[in-house]
Nanobody, 121 residues
């Protein structure tokens, strides 16, 4: 399995921007897509966006479409650019890898440790 590590979280005011990074190492070939998820206290883990390594094809949750952009770079780094942040975007953000296009956390096999994003109003 791939090993994943997130970075870039922090505290930002509403309307601000942050860029999260997810760096993959190890058995990269065992994953075909990287997804970003988030989890707020007391809530279930929620799909945010995903990207396919080979083609760069992306998919977004409706709640972030038009505000967040997922992209990839060599070697094996995936970014989540978050603009126009809202207090409801406050959560721990995780990147994860999978071999099939999915929005379900259970379909993702390797996870990073998470990075905290806090948006103040």
């Amino acid at each position: 399995q791939a090993q994943l590590a997130e970075s870039g979280g922090g505290l930002v005011q509403a309307g601000g921007s942050l860029r999260l990074s997810c760096t993959a190492s190890g058995r990269i070939y065992s994953s075909k897509l990287i997804g970003w998820f988030r989890q707020a206290p007391g809530k279930e883990r929620e799909f945010v966006a995903r990207i396919r390594w080979s083609t760069g094809v992306t998919y977004y949750a409706d709640s972030v479409k038009g505000r967040f952009t997922i992209s990839k770079d060599s070697p094996y780094t995936v970014y989540l650019q978050m603009n126009n942040l809202k207090p409801e975007d406050t959560a721990t953000y995780y990147c994860a890898s999978t071999i099939q296009a999915s929005t379900l956390p259970a379909e993702y096999t390797s996870w990073g440790q998470g990075t905290q994003v806090t948006v103040s109003s």
